[in-house]
């Protein structure tokens, strides 16, 4: 009996040992890479040839691959550090709209800047596709810190962090968890908890909410028996004589060349188009909540003093700690900052990043 223990404990050492050594084998195949590649391949973003541009990729702690564009000066001096941007893109896209025309411009001004797909979209890992998992999201945000933060060109000790649209939510979501993001900025805001709960202007009641929750719920049960996935939400893909003027916003974004971009993942039709079954994970987010907690580190919130949005980042700067600031783009709508260079404020952002990331 004493000699079967021993064999047993043996083969449970044995066991151990193959599973960290399987652990450590995975986790190897999840190494960040990095590869040169042309702006002139895409048509949502410019840079000059003044910019070095690579796709890049890195394993958040879920062990997932979360795919970015990398921005890098090449007047930059590689074996001194410089200040680092992390950039979002809103909810629904992929890092080519909108968050690679922040990435681009920023790297202009002096910034190793790096534009994200979050995790379920984009090139970045996770099944199935277009998930709503605002935890992971903001994993995707820390994961890109660590990834800078081990370059030996980024300074770890000013990294900074735009998140436009819903991205905005995100990145204060990961802000409050993770100091090492030293300065935040959030342009056309959407909190997507209170979107989804309440709607804009809190015109969804609390059955209409109660109704969704339901529909979702019984998604699942189609889901989980292998039925066929559904999608909610998003931009429309026809503008009607009735179509209201925010969804005509997102429309000639989304759905023309302006900013029509399909990652090899997914298709055009599902652009903007989150799971049903997954879309009330939402319901849960509060990401404003504590928001108090990032100060000292300073926030700054851009706006269009004529987007729909303003709600959040009116908001959000009213919970906020100091330092904060609260800076209206004039004649702006929510749509118009997520690409039209003429209105985005670069020189504000300039102005914010370089004083607080010294």
């Not at 541009?53 to 062990?63: D, E, K, R």
């Not at 292998?226 to 998003?234: E, L």
């Amino acid at each position: 009996m004493k000699q079967l223990s021993i064999i047993a404990v043996m083969l449970l050492m044995l066991l151990g040992q193959a599973f960290a050594q399987a652990k450590q084998e995975q986790q190897a195949k999840k190494a960040a890479t990095m590869k040169k590649i042309s702006a002139k391949d895409f048509t949502t973003f410019e840079t000059s040839d003044n910019i070095e541009l690579y796709s890049v990729s890195f394993p958040n702690q879920y062990n997932m691959d979360v795919a970015g564009h990398l921005f890098i000066p090449k007047s930059f001096d590689r074996n001194q550090k410089h200040p680092a941007i992390i950039v979002g893109h809103p909810m629904g896209a992929v890092k080519e709209q909108s968050a690679d025309v922040y990435a681009s411009n920023m790297a202009e001004r002096g910034f190793i800047t790096l534009a994200i797909d979050l995790s379920f979209w984009g090139e970045s890992a996770g099944e199935p596709r277009q998930v709503v998992a605002p935890d992971i999201y903001a994993e995707d945000f820390s994961a890109a810190v660590d990834f800078l933060g081990t370059r030996p060109f980024a300074d770890r000790n000013r990294i900074g962090i735009i998140g436009v649209c819903g991205s905005g939510s995100f990145v204060i979501s990961a802000a409050k968890i993770d100091p090492r993001m030293k300065a935040i900025a959030t342009v056309s805001m959407y909190d997507m908890g209170a979107a989804n709960r309440n709607a804009l202007n809190k015109s969804q009641t609390l059955e209409q909410r109660k109704q969704l929750i339901a529909e979702a719920a019984e998604q699942r049960y189609i889901e989980f028996e292998g039925g066929k996935t559904q999608y909610t939400s998003g931009t429309c893909h026809r503008v009607e004589a009735n179509t209201n003027p925010i969804q005509r916003e997102f429309y000639e974004f989304y759905r023309t060349p302006r900013g029509a971009y399909t990652p090899k993942s997914s298709s055009r039709a599902l652009t903007t188009h989150p799971t049903l079954s997954s879309n009330t994970k939402f319901m849960n987010f509060y990401p404003f909540n504590d928001i108090e907690t990032i100060s000292p580190r300073p926030m700054l919130f851009i706006t269009g003093d004529q987007a729909h949005s303003k709600e959040f980042s009116e908001d959000a700067y009213e919970r906020a700690a100091q330092p904060k600031e609260l800076f209206y783009v004039k004649r702006a709508g929510h749509v118009d900052l997520y690409d039209k260079t003429d209105l985005i404020p670069f020189d504000k952002l300039e102005t914010f990043f370089k004083t607080h990331l010294k």
